[in-house]
Every structure is written in structure tokens, then in C-alpha cells.
């Protein structure tokens, strides 16, 4: 069974710091790594995609992939309140039909 | 603006009714999934359909369910026996111009079983 796996949390930071957010998958095929944002009660909103080993870096939002270690994470910096979301790791399965496998998700809160 | 509309915002059926959900993308794209969410718990691939063609569905999807695109652009998907543990939020998504990877969500059908 191919397993995306997240701390569901919630991770609390005050306004203004770095938010970390880990994933880590199992199937070593994997090619494609995404980060959804989900606010409560409403649809997954994509805000990052990575598909190389590395850093990707998106105004306030950096992915980090690391295949060997099957390992993708998302910082968040400068971190606003109206970042309190769960936030949710999702892989691309290795046949190439674009079906994403996500993990539970990380509850995150930014207080002010 | 969504990537895709969804019709209706909420369906309440009685078990063993058929269901059906529709999404309607805003543009021209070749492909589409399907995923639900049941509450609490994680996003579920349920099937990816490309060019009108089922390309993967996952072992959630079985004879009970059915996708279509009738008229070429509503992506229809159909409950046939609906039972309790269907009720979850339904999820229509569409790929990337560039391809399937990168997916766009729409706002969802939360479907109620009763």
C-alpha cells in the first residue's frame, strides 16, 4: 500500500515565523510533489509543485524534495494568520495518470 | 474563478438511490479525476479520465460507480446503489494545460446518504 504520511498537528507559530511543514512518502517511484492548502470545509487549493530534488522557492512559500530520502517539506515564512489552514502533502503515483495520493494533513495555526 | 463548477453544492439522498455529479470545466482540457473526501479523513483518488477514456481508477471505484463526459464537456460521475458510506465531499479536479500532473480542484458536492 503506498503511503503518504504527515503529523497531523496542529502546529501552532506566532505571526512572523517560519512554519515547517514535513511529508514523507513510500513509494520510491514517485515523481511529482505537491502542497495543498484546505480551509476548513472548502476544496483543496494547489500552492506549490516540485518534481526535482532541491529547493523551490514561491514568494513566501519554499518546497523542499529529497528523493533518497523520500522526504518533501513546505516552510512558510513570515507566516499570517490567514495561513491557519491544513495543508496537505499529495504524490503523484509512479504510472502517470496524474492520480495523487495525499497524506492526512498538517493542521496548521498562526496566532497573532 | 473556479477551475471547474460543480453541480449541486449539496445532494441528500435515501440509500440505494441513484446519484449523479457533475463538474463543468471552465475550459478546454483533456484531463480530469475524481476524489472524495469523507470527514476527518484523507483526500481519496477515486478515477483519472483522459481524452474520454477511464485512465486509472482505484479499487474505491468499483461496479457502483461510473464517469462520463455525455455531451463533451459536463464530466459526469454516477453512484448507481448509493449506501451510508458514501456520503463524503466529491471532488471533480482538472489537469494542467502542460499536462496531467499539476490539479485543480473544484468547490465539491458534499453528498449526504441517509
Known amino acids: 500500500q503506498k503511503e503518504v504520511e504527515q503529523n497531523s498537528g496542529p502546529l501552532s507559530v506566532p505571526e512572523g515565523a517560519i512554519a515547517s511543514l514535513n511529508c514523507t512518502y513510500s513509494d520510491r517511484g514517485s515523481q511529482s510533489f505537491f502542497w495543498y492548502r484546505q480551509y476548513s470545509g472548502k476544496s483543496p487549493e494547489l500552492i506549490m509543485f516540485i518534481y526535482s530534488n532541491g529547493d523551490k522557492e514561491d514568494g513566501r512559500f519554499t518546497a523542499q524534495l529529497n528523493k533518497a530520502s523520500q522526504y518533501v517539506s513546505l516552510l512558510i515564512r513570515d507566516s499570517q494568520p490567514s495561513d491557519s489552514a491544513t495543508y496537505l502533502c499529495a504524490v503523484g503515483g509512479s504510472s502517470n495518470t496524474g492520480k495523487l495520493i495525499f497524506g492526512q494533513g498538517t493542521t496548521l495555526q498562526v496566532k497573532p | 474563478e473556479p477551475e471547474v463548477t460543480q453541480t449541486p453544492s449539496h445532494q441528500v439522498t435515501q440509500m440505494g438511490q441513484e446519484v449523479i455529479l457533475r463538474c463543468v470545466p471552465i475550459s478546454n482540457h483533456l484531463y480530469f479525476y475524481w476524489y472524495r473526501q469523507i470527514l476527518g479523513q484523507k483526500v481519496e483518488f477515486l478515477v483519472s479520465?483522459?481524452?474520454?477514456?477511464?485512465?486509472?481508477k482505484s479499487e474505491i471505484f468499483d461496479d457502483q460507480f461510473s464517469v462520463e463526459r455525455p455531451d463533451g464537456s459536463n464530466f459526469t460521475l454516477k453512484i448507481r446503489s448509493t449506501k451510508l458510506e458514501d456520503s463524503a465531499m466529491y471532488f471533480c479536479a482538472r489537469g494542467g494545460l502542460a499536462g496531467a500532473n499539476e490539479q485543480f480542484f473544484g468547490p465539491g458536492t458534499r453528498l449526504t446518504v441517509l
Open positions: 479520465f483522459y481524452n474520454n477514456e477511464i485512465s486509472e
